[in-house]
């Protein structure tokens, strides 16, 4: 049972598109570090029935069911099922009326373009555009996004936080994977110690428990671009610390559909049986054998 002593829950997400794995030895990366360092960083192997592009794999972290059940197959979310299978943050705010909020720069995940919005319905949610789709302005877009990220963790007070960065995926589809997309995966980590220093730096800090969870969705080839199935494209990865997460790599492999469901465990909110979630919390030893087995 909950008292007042408790320390109040939080989760914040932070969603890096398109950032190979294989890249993160070679590069500085001190918070995603740190982040590992108090938990674990581990990789997702996109499964079979998954494109690898960024609508299906997002689409997967933040409802936590394949997409034989949220129905997006690629970029443009036309046949989607969100109406059945929501994001966690339209579900929170929807049935437990808890504070939500959503910042991203890449149309379909809040605006209703190309199929979308992914985030249907979050309680607060922040769309800002690049001026165009290039790498610059795409640094800029996640620059800002980051500055009204920051501004709403400090003034306000969202018990789930999902912030979308997409400059590493914009550098890789027109640069490639080479040095400037090294440095924009350094950048987005630079991106990620501002959130992470403006939640350590919020007065009820002491008394709330913070769950961290850094994502990608998919990888990249060496020479730019995904949606096949060579290892660089379908090795994704999580990094996850928080006050349920035991430090060091779970036993288990881990996949896209336990994100959602470890945020509702975080909060301490039981997944109701007729969500029909396909993820499990990190801290769950195993996945069930599939029917049949």
């Not at 008292?3 to 932070?14: G, I, K, M, Q, W």
């Not at 966690?88 to 890449?106: H, I, M, N, S, Y």
């Not at 469901?261 to 801290?283: E, I, M």
Request: overall charge negative.
């Amino acid at each position: 049972m909950s008292t007042s002593a408790d320390p109040r829950r939080h989760v914040l997400v932070v969603g890096i598109d398109g950032v190979r794995l294989d890249v993160l030895p070679t590069v500085s990366t001190p918070h995603l570090d740190a982040v590992a360092a108090a938990g674990f960083l581990g990789p997702i192997e996109i499964d079979e029935a998954t494109p690898t592009m960024s609508g299906p794999c997002w689409a997967t972290v933040v409802t936590g069911v394949g997409v034989a059940k949220h129905g997006v197959y690629g970029n443009h979310f036309a046949g989607h099922r969100l109406d059945v299978f929501p994001d966690f943050t339209t579900r929170l705010a929807q049935e437990d009326g808890r504070k939500t909020f959503v910042a991203a720069g890449w149309e379909p995940l809040l605006l209703a373009r190309q199929g979308g919005p992914l985030f249907a319905a979050p309680s607060r949610a922040s769309y800002i555009a690049p001026r165009a789709d290039t790498s610059e302005d795409w640094q800029v877009c996640d620059d800002q996004v980051t500055a009204e990220a920051v501004h709403v963790l400090e003034t306000d007070d969202p018990e789930v936080s999902f912030v979308y960065l997409g400059s590493v995926d914009e550098t890789g589809h027109l640069l490639g994977c080479g040095d400037a997309y090294l440095r924009a995966v350094e950048r987005a980590d630079e991106r990620l110690g501002r959130l992470l220093d403006t939640v350590r730096a919020r007065p009820g800090y002491a008394r709330e428990a913070w769950t961290v969870i850094v994502v990608t969705d998919h990888g990249h080839r060496d020479s730019g671009g995904h949606g096949g199935r060579s290892v660089e494209e379908r090795t994704a990865w999580v990094a996850c610390c928080g006050p349920d997460i035991r430090t060091g790599p779970p036993a288990r492999k881990l996949r896209f559909e336990d994100v959602a469901a470890q945020v509702y465990a975080a909060l301490g909110r039981t997944s109701d049986s007729h969500w029909t979630l396909d993820g499990l919390p990190f801290s769950t030893p195993a996945h069930p054998a599939p029917a049949g087995v």
